[in-house]
């Protein structure tokens, strides 16, 4: 829980705030922008939620941070569960982001086929029940390294398999299926694994009915800039093998028109649009 003792002095007054336990992952500030900034390195209340969607995004951004520094002073728990919250094509946001995944991201896709978990959120009743209710998890499929959080916990509960490419196995010893090499995989019909070392020597993308992209840490959206990034200063294995690694990616004939991120900004525009900014960010890198 946040503590009220810890809040940052930078917090506008009233009800909600954050501590200064904040790590700075973003993710909060993704879930409410209109409400929540950044001072010193630390998110901050900038104003508070007036209308009751702005509540819910509150709430949102509240279970979304991995380090528990967002609290209310008068209430401690939702009117109603945030997540899995509705992103749309089947796809939920799981929120519960863990800490040593940095606050990354994990998405729950529903399908008849059996519903898939993209990397590792925290481990809680507050997700077990409503994935259960919606069928379980025939599969979990893992990014990379660093965004497996309680990835191995769900997969027990649910019996699902486990997707990791080979290179990145020693982060994730209970996985069940490997991908291999650097050629674009199909392990479904309608879903492809699309190797992209760079982050990290294993970085695989998924590509889900052929345009909804799952981009881990490899690719994300940057609403300040309005283009899409690739984060250098992060690219663990090597910053020239990502840009390899997405050059073939936009050269080949995918084309994605939604984008869920890991780290930084998910996004949705047309095809074209999006295989133009990935031109255009393949040029710059």
């Given at each position: 829980?946040?503590?009220?003792?810890?809040?940052?002095?930078?917090?506008?007054?009233?009800?909600?705030?954050?501590?200064?336990?904040?790590?700075?992952?973003?993710?909060?500030?993704?879930?409410?922008?209109?409400?929540?900034?950044?001072?010193?390195?630390?998110?901050?209340?900038?104003?508070?939620?007036?209308?009751?969607?702005?509540?819910?995004?509150?709430?949102?951004?509240?279970?979304?941070?991995?380090?528990?520094?967002?609290?209310?002073?008068?209430?401690?728990?939702?009117?109603?569960?945030?997540?899995?919250?509705?992103?749309g094509d089947g796809v939920f946001r799981c929120g519960h982001n863990t800490r040593d995944s940095f606050g990354a991201h994990s998405y729950l896709i529903v399908r008849e086929q059996g519903n898939l978990l993209i990397d590792g959120p925290r481990f809680t009743r507050e997700l077990v029940e409503p994935i259960a209710a919606r069928g379980g998890l025939s599969d979990v499929l893992l990014t990379h390294r660093d965004d497996i959080g309680d990835a191995a916990r769900y997969a027990a509960q649910f019996g699902a398999r486990v997707w990791i490419h080979h290179d990145d196995r020693s982060a994730a010893p209970f996985a069940t299926d490997f991908i291999t090499g650097i050629e674009f995989t199909p392990l479904r019909e309608d879903l492809l694994a699309l190797p992209v070392p760079g982050h990290t020597r294993g970085s695989t993308m998924y590509l889900l009915d052929g345009h909804i992209l799952f981009t881990g840490d490899s690719l994300a959206w940057s609403p300040q800039h309005e283009w899409l990034i690739a984060f250098e200063d992060a690219s663990w294995y090597?910053?020239?093998?990502?840009?390899?690694?997405?050059?073939?990616?936009?050269?080949?004939?995918?084309?994605?028109?939604?984008?869920?991120?890991?780290?930084?900004?998910?996004?949705?525009?047309?095809?074209?649009?999006?295989?133009?900014?990935?031109q255009a960010l393949v040029a710059r890198m």
């Open positions: 829980m946040a503590r009220p003792a810890e809040r940052h002095p930078a917090n506008v007054d009233g009800d909600w705030y954050v501590d200064t336990r904040c790590i700075d992952c973003d993710a909060s500030r993704q879930m409410a922008p209109t409400l929540i900034g950044c001072a010193g390195g630390q998110s901050v209340f900038i104003r508070q939620p007036e209308t009751a969607e702005e509540h819910a995004a509150a709430w949102r951004a509240m279970l979304v941070c991995p380090t528990l520094s967002i609290g209310n002073l008068r209430q401690r728990r939702p009117p109603s569960p945030p997540f899995p919250f509705d992103e090597s910053w020239p093998e990502q840009k390899r690694s997405l050059g073939r990616v936009a050269d080949s004939p995918i084309r994605f028109d939604a984008l869920f991120a890991g780290h930084g900004w998910s996004h949705r525009d047309n095809r074209e649009q999006l295989n133009q900014q990935l």
